[in-house]
């Protein structure tokens, strides 16, 4: 079976322009998670989507964005790009109750020059 | 708000010795407490969890954890080390009266270095 995919693998991107991160999860799993992971620390919640709905947001500026498609493929977006959202972004997916466990993708490797 | 720590930058372990590595949490509600493993270039690999029952859990490759209520701690352990266990792993945590979202909070991560 498929795992979480998430495209493009890598990328670099300047200052203050626009990024389009893209997911897709576990066929049956209703709910994405995103996260951001610095280099040396642990990720930190960004965005949770159920069912096309936003469940869940972290604290995050609002440029980062999300949204949820019918076949549950889910797209982060960030505006405005700065050198500190240079990071790991991983996608999780899940079936959406809080007790299950999620699955993460291999992650986009974002850096911003 | 709900947060989790992780005291240890590295463990360092001899093969076939026994290993910890060490959790504690902070929520307001009852705890969903859960392991990952990342290994290098990877995303993250489910260990194990803890939602309510029995405080040992048992998880994948081995590894166990033991849920602590009174020293809210969930530590990671495993009987017997092997090399293939080196990695960074994560303590993760998520409040059962959170109201339906489900991101996780994590710890910073422990380098575990099993020493052959």
């Known amino acids: 079976d498929a795992g979480v995919t998430q495209s493009p693998t890598h990328l670099i991107k300047t200052r203050g322009q626009h990024v389009t991160l893209r997911c897709s999860p576990i066929?049956?799993?209703?709910?994405v998670s995103w996260y951001q992971q610095v280099l040396g620390q642990g990720p930190q919640f960004i965005f949770q989507?159920?069912?096309?709905?936003?469940?869940g947001r972290g604290n995050f500026p609002d440029r980062f964005s999300a949204r949820q498609f019918p076949n549950y493929s889910s797209e982060l977006n960030v505006n405005a790009l700065l050198l500190g959202d240079s990071a790991l972004y991983l996608c999780a997916s899940s079936l959406g109750n809080p007790a299950g466990e999620q699955y993460f993708g291999p992650g986009t490797r974002l850096t911003v020059t | 708000a709900q947060s989790v720590a992780q005291p240890e930058d590295q463990v360092n372990v001899a093969e076939g010795n026994p290993l910890t590595v060490k959790c504690t949490y902070s929520v307001s509600g009852n705890p969903y407490l859960f392991w990952y493993v990342q290994y290098p270039n990877r995303g993250l690999q489910f260990l194990l969890k803890?939602?309510?029952?029995?405080?040992l859990v048992k998880g994948s490759y081995g590894f166990e954890a033991e849920f602590n209520k009174s020293q809210t701690s969930f530590h990671l352990k495993k009987p017997s080390a092997l090399v293939s266990d080196s990695a960074l792993y994560f303590c993760?945590?998520?409040?059962?009266?959170?109201?339906?979202?489900?991101?996780?909070?994590f710890g910073k991560g422990t380098h575990l270095i099993i020493q052959p």
């Open positions: 993760a945590v998520r409040d059962g009266g959170g109201g339906g979202a489900d991101g996780l909070t």
């Open positions: 803890y939602i309510t029952g029995d405080n």
């Open positions: 066929s049956g799993h209703k709910s």
């Open positions: 989507y159920y069912e096309k709905e936003e469940r």
